[in-house]
């Protein structure tokens, strides 16, 4: 009995911290009630959001045809996406998953190839007409950072507008002012170093939408000792 017990308040435990991991954001395109979704791309090609747990059945619906999941597993619940994902009609090709973290990087040289990896599925599907929803767990961060070397490289964005209309207003860092300070914190510290080193390869030249090649990982340089920018808080907030 006191193992039942025990079993059944790691349970609750785990139900709650996951019932709190979903975003303030409204979805901006008509049809996908995922929270924090947005058309990327302006065409309906390249949609943003968080997790779909719930919603798979709208994706498809949009004639979604690639999904791109952006993070790495920590409770099994990537591979309760992608088995969802195959029940709702999505074949093993059209679900892509790269394990990226949003801090504690095994190296920057792996977050930049898997970075580069996730910029390939994308121009690969929108070039054979297909439509990609990539997220990772809220759609805030991994997902912002992707979106905006994404908005880099096909509307010619500058590092800074990437930063502030793309991540920011989407609840990247403190966008979302609901965000725990030790996640702020921690991607503060890794993750925004990472988009800095990544945006200045795009303004560099050395990574373009018609050059994605993970040979620009070799030579990566983050500067961890950098003052690093700060979101105001998104004005699409509400609380």
């Known amino acids: 009995m006191k ?42 090609t390249i949609l943003r959001g968080m997790a779909p747990f719930g919603h798979i059945n709208e994706l498809v619906a949009a004639d979604v045809t690639d999904i ?19 029940e709702a009609g999505y074949s093993s090709d059209n679900i892509h998953h790269i394990a990226f973290k949003w801090k504690g990087f095994e ?20 070039e054979k007409g297909g439509k990609t929803f990539f997220h990772c767990t809220v759609g805030e961060d991994r997902t912002g950072y992707l979106a905006g070397l994404w ?17 920011c207003e989407n609840g990247y860092g403190h966008g979302n002012p609901q965000k725990p300070w030790k996640v702020y914190g921690a991607i503060r510290k890794d993750l925004t170093p990472l988009y800095i080193a990544m945006a200045g390869l795009v303004e560099q030249g050395s990574l373009s939408y018609d050059r994605i090649d993970a040979s620009v990982c070799q030579d990566l340089k983050v500067n961890l000792e950098q003052k690093v920018p700060t979101c105001k808080v998104s004005s699409k907030y509400k609380k």
Request: glycine letters at 8%.
């Open 3 to 44: 193992n039942l017990i025990v079993l059944l308040s790691v349970l609750l435990l785990t139900v709650t911290a996951n019932a709190g991991l979903k975003s303030p954001f409204e979805s901006s395109v008509e049809g996908i009630n995922i929270p924090n979704t947005h058309d990327v791309e302006g065409d309906g």
């Open 68 to 86: 791109l999941i952006f993070k790495n597993q920590t409770r099994g619940e990537v591979d309760k996406e992608i088995k969802l994902l195959k």
């Open 107 to 126: 190296s920057y040289q792996v977050a930049c190839e898997q970075t580069i990896e996730a910029l390939q599925i994308m121009k690969r599907v929108w």
């Open 151 to 167: 908005r880099m490289m096909s509307a010619g964005w500058t590092k800074n507008e990437a930063f502030e209309g793309e991540m």
